[in-house]
């Protein structure tokens, strides 16, 4: 058998042994789904204006931008237009603590 020959199959060896495993951890996780009642996977979030995230958490829109700003809410976008995920908005909201006036 040619090095090539030997090499080809080593890989083929590894690349069925990786579909293998793949293949067993979907089926543990499943059964962990199952057992736990894991979610699957959520959808991709959907992504919000600064506008909407105002108008969802009822504040300001500067406040929105002010928390973006310090870091505190992340902000997306390949346009000139700064988008939030809806995901991230509600964890921000519950990090918050109220604050009696």
Do not use: F
């Not at 300001?60 to 000139?80: Q, S």
């Amino acid at each position: 058998m040619s090095p090539l020959a030997t090499a080809l199959n080593a890989l083929s060896v590894q690349v069925a042994e990786l579909e293998t495993e793949r293949d067993e951890l979907r089926r543990a996780l499943a059964e962990l789904r199952s057992e736990q009642r894991i979610d699957p996977a959520p959808a991709p979030s959907s992504y919000l204006t600064v506008n909407e995230a105002a108008e969802i958490v009822r504040c300001n829109h500067v406040t929105i931008r002010r928390a973006i700003r310090d870091g505190h809410l992340a902000a997306h976008g390949a346009t000139n237009r700064m988008l939030l995920k809806e995901a991230d908005l509600h964890a921000w909201v519950q990090s918050c603590p109220a604050v009696p006036r």
